[in-house]
T-cell receptor, first 113, second 113 residues
């Protein structure tokens, strides 16, 4: 049982480049989330999805877009990367409202130069 | 609005001594409280949760946490620390209804031999 898988694990981008981070879960969870982790700031929610075909903004959505075309996948896109988007990105999923907790992927470390 | 406070950036403890990592929360309705641990270059791992019932919750690796409704706290504890417990610990909360998991800023635990 793989749980939540994120690809890639590491990436270096130049300012202005675009990229897509992929999150896949095999637990049939309805809810999926993208967080970014920055030193001293904990985890902040970027976007989330409550089911296939739905997306919603979180706490820090600017500069990011997401899509949930299939229930098991949640994609995070950066259209024009900026140095401020240098961070570690975590995907998570949960069943129902998440009161049983989230399952996290191992993260993507992104550096924008 | 939901919020979590972890007042200590770092906690230092000697191996074999008891440890406490503090967490206070603010939420509307009944809280669902969680502790996660993050080892270097890894994702977040679930430690324990409080949903309802007994105020003392036991979790993985010998950790436990005490829910105190009057003090709105959910401190993480372990009777005897191990060097291998050194990691970053996050407290998180969900309130009533569907609300997203909100994280504290994290506390780094350093256990010295």
């Amino acid at each position: 049982n793989a749980g939540v898988t994120q690809t890639p694990k590491f990436r270096v981008l130049k300012t202005g480049q675009s990229m897509t981070l992929l999150c896949a879960q095999d637990m049939n969870h309805e809810y999926m989330y993208w967080y970014r982790q920055d030193p001293g700031m904990g985890l902040r929610l970027i976007h989330y999805s409550v089911g296939e075909g739905t997306t919603a903004k979180g706490e820090v959505p600017d500069g990011y877009n997401v899509s949930r075309l299939k229930k098991q996948n949640f994609l995070l896109g950066l259209e024009s990367a900026a140095p401020s988007q240098t961070s570690v990105y975590f995907c998570a999923s949960s069943s129902g409202t998440g009161r049983s907790g989230y399952t996290f992927g191992s993260g993507t470390r992104l550096t924008v130069v | 609005a939901q919020s979590v406070a972890q007042p200590e950036d770092q906690v230092n403890v000697a191996e074999g001594n008891p440890l406490t990592v503090k967490c206070t929360y603010s939420v509307s309705g009944n809280p669902y409280l969680f502790w996660y641990v993050q080892y270097p270059n890894r994702g977040l791992q679930f430690l324990l949760k409080y949903i309802t019932g007994d105020n003392l919750v036991k979790g993985s690796y010998g950790f436990e946490a005490e829910f105190n409704k009057s003090q709105t706290s959910f401190h993480l504890k372990k009777p005897s620390a191990l060097v291998s417990d050194s990691a970053l610990y996050f407290c998180a909360v969900i309130g009533g209804g569907f609300q997203k998991l909100v994280f504290g800023t994290g506390t780094r635990l350093l256990v010295s031999p």
